[in-house]
């Protein structure tokens, strides 16, 4: 089964400062797909982005789905302790309906 | 609210054990998932469940099995229990498939084999 690699794979930063995830693959998904895992719990869906090129905003968070639709990034400007949690990307090829899930970046971000 | 609920936060069991890892949904979605999540690894997709007693395998389906005799409920059931089992698993639900169909997740149960 193909991963998406995500990057960092760890990440501890202090409160206020940005930071950038990534998540690369070498094939083309046709949509994909940015869940937040709070530690004992399962993960919630933050966005889902279909076109490449495609910047979505969530307050603080902004989504990129890159050109080729190979990758994408979650850029969070002045992070919070609230941002705390394991960030995963999933894609999904076109013709499947089965989502690929990313290896994970575990951020923490400190008062 | 929604929600996905999983029997058990924790479990612990015996090598050889039969084991049923039960999930509930009261959404009345038609597609369910059971996956499994190490570390490094991200989720990997067990089964898979389209409607009351159709299911698919999906990437890892080698010593599990799985039941869905009503639409709100989907088990997993681990035959005979191995120490390579020893994962957090999470159930899931959705309404669509594909495109920018939303997975509702569970709390997930971490089980032990030992």
């Known amino acids: 089964t193909q991963l998406l690699e995500q990057s960092p794979q760890f990440l501890s930063i202090q409160e206020g400062e940005n930071l950038t995830v990534y998540c690369n693959s070498s094939s083309v998904f046709s949509s994909l797909q940015w869940y937040r895992q709070e530690p004992g719990e399962g993960p919630v869906l933050l966005v889902t982005?279909?076109?490449?090129?495609e910047v979505k905003k969530l307050k603080r968070l902004t989504f990129q789905f890159g050109d080729a639709r190979k990758d994408s990034s979650l850029h969070i400007t002045a992070a919070q302790p609230g941002d705390t949690g394991l960030y995963l990307c999933?894609?999904?090829?076109?013709?499947?309906?089965?989502?690929?899930f990313g290896t994970g970046t575990r951020l923490k971000v400190l008062a | 609210d929604v929600k996905v609920t999983q029997s058990s936060r924790y479990l612990v069991k015996r090598t050889g054990e039969k084991v049923f890892l039960e999930c509930v949904q009261d959404m009345d979605h038609e597609n369910m998932f059971w996956y499994r999540q190490d570390p490094g690894l991200g989720l990997r997709l067990i089964y898979f469940s389209y409607d009351v007693k159709m299911k698919e395998k999906g990437d890892i389906p080698e010593g599990y099995s799985v039941s869905r005799e009503k639409k709100e409920r989907f088990s997993l059931i681990l035959e005979s229990a191995s120490t390579n089992q020893t994962s957090m698993y999470l159930c899931?639900?959705?309404?669509?498939?594909?495109?920018?169909?939303?997975?509702?997740f569970g709390q997930g149960t971490r089980l032990t084999v030992v």
């Open positions: 982005v279909v076109t490449g090129g």
């Open positions: 999933a894609g999904r090829h076109s013709g499947t309906y089965k989502y690929i």
């Open positions: 899931a639900s959705s309404l669509n498939l594909g495109g920018g169909s939303e997975a509702f």
